[in-house]
T-cell receptor, first 111, second 117 residues
Framework: KQEVTQIPAALSVPEGENLVLNCSFTDSAIYNLQWFRQDPGKGLTSLLLIQSSQREQTSGRLNASLDKSSGRSTLYIAASQPGDSATYLCAVVGSRSKLIFGTGTRLQVFP | EADIYQTPRYLVIGTGKKITLECSQTMGHDKMYWYQQDPGMELHLIHYSYGVNSTEKGDLSSESTVSRIRTEHFPLTLESARPSHTSQYLC????????????????FGPGTRLTVL
């Protein structure tokens, strides 16, 4: 059974810091991994998608890497801003049409 | 195993037609979602619902509308289809609220591949 864990559960940093959010999954048989952000009381916003054959993806200040064999992905946020404050979720797509979300990292960036 | 159904599986229609994509689940899940996905691209959330009479828009702007009159049913409607609506539409449901601090599994239907000519 696939389990997805994110560390840390919560993070509070001053503006300008570079951040690393971690995601680990127990079953390496995935099709892809996607990072989302969720603002309080709202739905999900897609950030990055990494196919199982890829190692990393970049979008602006975000960079996500994937090491499928070790069951890990990291989301790197450069030069964090208060607007980055949200919950960040990783999700893996495995077999049988399941999208399994991690437990989330709640990020707060203060000025 | 998850039981979530979508109809039709494939739909080819002309511009200007009104269409409704059906989604039903028999798991008693309160949370339901509609995603839009182009081949090889990210899933984008377009609508979600926390329960009966609750609907919210997702991160991708969509001209579609949804309703949630019954727990098991979450249809998506396009009043006037256009070629830009051509995509795959995926419905999902889950037991827990995503982002609640615990692992959440969303179960997906088989999808509706929509082509608007």
């Amino acid at each position: 059974k696939q389990e997805v864990t994110q560390i840390p559960a919560a993070l509070s940093v001053p503006e300008g810091e570079n951040l690393v959010l971690n995601c680990s999954f127990t079953d390496s048989a995935i099709y892809n991994l996607q990072w989302f952000r969720q603002d309080p009381g709202k739905g999900l916003t897609s950030l990055l998608l990494i196919q199982s054959s890829q190692r990393e993806q970049t979008s602006g200040r975000l960079n996500a890497s994937l090491d499928k064999s070790s069951g890990r992905s990291t989301l790197y946020i450069a030069a964090s801003q208060p607007g980055d404050s949200a919950t960040y979720l990783c999700a893996v797509v495995g077999s049988r049409s399941k999208l399994i979300f991690g437990t989330g990292t709640r990020l707060q960036v203060f000025p | 195993e998850a039981d979530i159904y979508q109809t039709p599986r494939y739909l080819v229609i002309g511009t200007g037609k009104k269409i409704t994509l059906e989604c039903s689940q028999t798991m008693g899940h309160d949370k339901m979602y509609w995603y839009q996905q182009d081949p090889g691209m990210e899933l984008h959330l377009i609508h979600y619902s926390y329960g009966v009479n609750s609907t919210e828009k997702g991160d991708l702007s969509s001209e579609s509308t949804v309703s949630r009159i019954r727990t098991e049913h979450f249809p998506l409607t396009l009043e006037s289809a256009r070629p830009s609506h051509t995509s795959q539409y995926l419905c999902a449901s889950s037991e827990y609220l995503t982002g609640s601090g615990r692992t959440d599994t969303q179960y997906f239907g088989p999808g509706t591949r929509l082509t608007v000519l």
